[in-house]
């Protein structure tokens, strides 16, 4: 089992930037990918960003790439997501995931969740 926890999520206005944090533990030496997805009410679960940790390979939704970067501290077990330049359409709830297999955008790929942080934009 692996336990994550997201943090860091907040009000900033159009333009601003934010980091979120997750931090992981239990079997972590399962983990192969880990990602950030996000969900707007009333909207799909939607992927943002992962990486791999074998070899830190980073793949990017569209709608972010070029403003958000998804890195990690293996000696800290967090996962981090920065977010620059952000847009009212981003805010939405954050959550991180991990899964033993290597995988991409899809949500089912990914067996361990956390619980979310909100993160809304002002125009």
């Known amino acids: 089992q692996v336990h994550m926890a997201e943090s860091g999520g907040g009000l900033v206005q159009t333009g601003g930037s934010l980091r979120l944090s997750c931090a992981y533990s239990?079997?972590?030496?399962?983990?192969?990918?880990m990602a950030w997805f996000r969900q707007a009410p009333g909207k799909d679960r939607e992927f943002v960003a992962r990486?791999?940790?074998?070899?830190?390979?980073?793949y990017y939704a569209n709608s972010v790439k070029g403003r958000f970067n998804i890195s990690r501290d293996s000696a800290k077990n967090t996962l981090y997501l920065q977010m620059n330049n952000l847009r009212p359409g981003d805010t939405a709830s954050y959550s991180c995931?991990?899964?033993?297999?290597?995988?991409?955008?899809?949500?089912?790929?990914?067996?361990?969740w956390g619980q979310g942080t909100q993160v809304t934009v002002s125009s």
């Open positions: 995931a991990a899964t033993a297999r290597s995988a991409y955008a899809s949500p089912y790929q990914y067996d361990y």
């Open positions: 990486i791999s940790r074998s070899d830190d390979d980073t």
């Open positions: 239990g079997r972590t030496f399962s983990i192969n990918t």
